[in-house]
């Protein structure tokens, strides 16, 4: 079996010795692969570039940001994508039954077992996990900016920064038309979109139980003060969530987001982008073959 591998040099957990741990997996369940470590910004256009030349096989290696890029290049064409999971929290991997021991993921890719599940996009851009505006691209994107500046490690400047967000962040008024019909304008500090269905409730709260339902997962979180909306989102971080604390919108494949505001601040699969509103959110259902156990 021969397949490019794309590994995010500078992504998750990869560490320096990424190229040879992979080489080796490979190797190891027999598979021939072309490994190519490239930084983040040049995946997708090297994955667009296979698929332009008809590569039968992509294996994405690195975390949920890498399988992102990967799996926007790949999305809709007969290319297959296979995952060895580097990142820290590899949400895609694992909703997907994929192991994080990269023997056992390599050996998946080995077996050939396919299966088609969907992704989503946010004004045309793919995403496989989930986008979120308000409080939580804020929140990373001030972790962020305290990693680069001050070295902080990653969960204490998340620690802090969602401290800081909480004190200054305002509501937003957001109109939320749901397929093209149904339209209602609400002010809420937070709302999710999701690949598919997350769950709430402990003790699979995050998870996915399936990708290939065809509909987005959209929660929006109730306006509340300050305190209430700590204690909330506590509660939502550990899958305890309450009726009052959030509203969940059924059979959504698409969702139209307008603001009065210029720019909102959302985050999707991780990376935070700046983007002017109306933002459009759509589900594509079995647009992407993916290797699996």
């Known amino acids: 079996m021969k397949a490019i591998v794309l590994i995010n040099k500078g992504g998750g957990s990869a560490g320096d010795d990424a190229r040879d741990k ?25 994955a667009k570039a296979a698929v332009k030349d008809g590569a039968p096989l992509i294996i994405a290696a690195g975390g949920d940001g890498t399988q992102s890029a990967v799996a926007g290049a790949i999305a809709g064409s007969e290319t297959v994508m296979g995952i060895l999971p580097l990142g820290t929290l590899n949400h ?38 989930n986008s979120a505006i308000g409080l939580y691209p804020l929140m990373v994107e001030d972790r962020e900016g305290q990693q680069d500046r001050l070295g902080r490690s990653k969960k204490l400047a998340m620690i802090v920064a969602g401290l800081r967000t909480l004190a200054r962040y305002r509501h937003h008024r957001l109109s939320l038309t749901v397929n093209e019909s149904e339209t209602a304008t609400l002010d809420t500090p937070l709302l999710f979109v999701g690949n598919n269905d997350y769950r709430m409730e402990m003790p699979r709260a995050g998870y996915r139980d399936r990708l290939d339902d065809g509909r987005l997962s959209v929660v929006v979180m109730k306006r509340q003060g300050r305190l209430a909306l700590f204690a909330a989102m506590l509660r939502a971080l550990a899958g305890r969530s309450r009726p009052q604390d959030l509203i969940r919108l059924d059979d959504v494949t698409r969702l139209s987001v307008a603001s009065r505001r210029h720019r909102l601040t959302v985050s999707s699969d991780g990376e935070t982008l700046h983007l002017a509103p109306p933002l459009d959110y759509r589900i594509f259902p079995a647009a992407l073959t993916v290797m699996v156990p």
């Open 22 to 46: 992979v080489a080796a997996a490979l190797a190891k369940a027999g598979i021939d692969g072309e490994v190519e470590l490239l930084d983040g910004a040049a995946l997708a256009d090297r």
């Open 92 to 129: 895609l991997a694992r909703d997907l039954g994929i192991s994080f021991d990269l023997d056992d993921a390599a050996a998946v890719i080995a077996a050939g077992r396919t299966h088609r599940i969907d992704v989503a996009s946010l004004n045309g851009r793919i995403f496989v996990n």
